[in-house]
């Protein structure tokens, strides 16, 4: 999500005793500006995710690293990890009614989809009830030092401070994001664009500092393709309004994988991509590529397949407070496990909802 690095490392292999890590320059993009802060390489990341970054990034590990992942994503391995996603797609009644039917549609040519809380979920107190579960949330004592400290020391992107984190584990969600996030017609969205049962990879509530001038942007602010999968779909739900100062989230139209322009710096399993920005900026303003900015009202709903080019987060003015929710098929990486809050029984789920919670 953004978070994907790019650098370049240098090992030194001792007589005896283990490799050392000698140096690492880091990139935000496959050749784009420095980062620098080599510290950053391991912010925010897990175990997982740190051996990973060795086996894609160390030379000559990354032969054998990248050549594994990109056999993850050819369609024999690829379909044998959704053996059961393809099955249970199939078992499950899909519940695609008409606004469904056209997020779908529009997913499949767009690779983008904007609706509202209210007409995606038919429930007119939903948008009240999460603004009102993600507000208590981001009131928490951590969470507020981070932001008055302007500063996510935990995170690559550090201005992006997260209500949830990837620090606990199993975190229980507010009943509101399991009334949204698990909500029959997002899950059968998803699963229906996808072809496959889709899983919940990730879901929080960000609050983006806003930036100052002469902060240079990094991360997610750049023009990217998400890694997590070959196709993701990432939903974010407008807490506040978000006008063009505040970092819109912004995406080129068709470049999803698939699209008319997915071929464009197609992603590289595993880590998406970061392309050339002044050639992208190029291509978007001369030729033109077409990209929306999704400026909106507070309760305002993006659907978008990540694997497409986007970029957003640079508020220069207000906060911008946003939910964010990631489905992938089975073979996601970086995928998150949530629990439910007490108030919620397992029985209650739908078998999407189960599936989709890894439950
Ligand atoms: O914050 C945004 O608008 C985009 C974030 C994003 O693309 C990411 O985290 O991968
Ligand atoms: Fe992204």
């Not at 001792?14 to 784009?32: E, K, M, N, Q, W």
């Not at 990890?81 to 997913?107: C, D, K, M, T, Y």
Request: contains cysteine.
């Amino acid at each position: 999500m953004g978070s994907e690095l790019w650098c370049e490392a240098g090992i030194l292999l001792p007589a005896t005793g283990p490799p050392l890590l000698l140096f690492a320059r880091i990139a935000s993009g496959d050749d784009v500006s420095r980062v620098g802060e080599w510290r950053a390489l391991w912010r925010g990341k897990t175990g997982l995710q740190l051996v990973r970054s060795v086996m894609v990034y160390v030379w000559p590990l990354s032969i054998l690293g990248r050549f594994f992942y990109r056999l993850r994503w050819s369609p024999p391995l690829y379909g044998v990890i959704n053996r059961r996603s393809r099955r249970v797609f199939r078992s499950i009644p899909q519940v695609v009614g008409p606004h469904g039917a056209e997020a779908v549609r529009a997913l499949h040519t767009d690779g983008i989809f904007r609706t509202t809380v209210k007409a995606l979920a038919q429930d007119p107190a939903l948008f009240r009830d999460l603004a009102r579960d993600a507000g208590m949330m981001l009131a928490g004592q951590d969470v507020q030092r981070k932001i008055r400290q302007r500063y996510n020391s935990s995170d690559m992107k550090w201005y992006v401070v997260r209500a949830i984190g990837r620090r606990a584990k199993r975190p229980p969600i507010p009943s509101s994001f399991v009334r949204f996030f698990l909500h029959p017609q997002l899950l059968s969205i998803a699963s229906t664009y996808l072809g496959l049962q889709v899983r919940l990879n990730y879901l929080d509530v960000w609050h983006n500092i806003p930036v100052r001038e002469g902060e240079p942007p990094i991360s997610a602010e750049f023009w990217h393709r998400d890694h997590e999968d070959q196709r993701i779909i990432k939903v974010f739900v407008l807490l506040t309004d978000v006008d063009e100062t505040m970092g819109p989230f912004n995406y080129v139209k068709g470049s999803q994988a698939g699209g008319e322009y997915g071929t464009l710096f197609p992603a590289i399993p595993p880590t998406g991509r970061y392309p050339k920005q002044e050639v992208l900026d190029r291509l978007i303003n001369e030729t033109p590529l077409p990209s929306v900015s999704c400026i909106g009202p507070a309760g305002s709903v993006i659907l978008c397949d990540a694997s497409g080019l986007h970029r957003g987060g640079r508020s220069l003015t207000q906060p911008r407070i946003v939910l964010v929710g990631v489905y992938t098929s089975n073979a996601g990486l970086d995928g998150a496990r949530y629990s439910l809050p007490r108030s919620v029984g397992h029985e209650q789920l739908s078998p999407a909802a189960k599936f989709a919670l890894y439950s």
